[in-house]
């Protein structure tokens, strides 16, 4: 069982960077794939960035690519992502999910991950 929690988020101004974290309340991140999602009002969840479970891989969606970095430190049991030259399209529940595996398997669908945090907003004004 992972529990997970979603921390980082806010109201920010379009050009601004965020940086997200993505902790584990319960189990550990070591043997996960990890990555972020996230919703905008009346909007489909739309896959962001994912990360293989030592950081070897990450892929990331067309709308962040260039301006998102996605990491993480197993040791501190934490994903991150870092979002720069935010946009008013970037406002979104910004989610963390999680998957069990060591492969390089890099999903994008939502199904494929079986945890996912509570979700933090952020919000880009222009």
């Known amino acids: 069982q992972v529990t997970l929690v979603e921390s980082g988020g806010g109201l920010v101004q379009a050009g601004d960077s965020l940086r997200l974290s993505c902790t584990a309340s319960?189990?550990?991140?070591?043997?996960?794939?990890l990555a972020w999602f996230r919703q905008g009002l009346g909007k489909e969840r739309e896959f962001v960035s994912v990360?293989?479970?030592?950081?070897?891989?990450?892929v990331y969606g067309d709308s962040v690519k260039g301006r998102a970095t996605v990491s993480r430190d197993n040791a501190k049991n934490t994903v991150f992502l870092q979002m720069n030259n935010l946009k008013p399209d970037d406002t979104a529940v910004y989610y963390c999910?999680?998957?069990?595996?060591?492969?390089?398997?890099?999903?994008?669908?939502?199904?494929?991950?079986?945890?996912w945090g509570q979700g933090t907003q952020v919000t880009v004004s222009s």
């Open positions: 999910a999680a998957r069990p595996g060591r492969a390089d398997y890099t999903p994008r669908q939502s199904g494929e991950y079986r945890y």
């Open positions: 990360i293989t479970w030592n950081g070897g891989k990450t």
């Open positions: 319960e189990g550990t991140l070591s043997l996960h794939v």
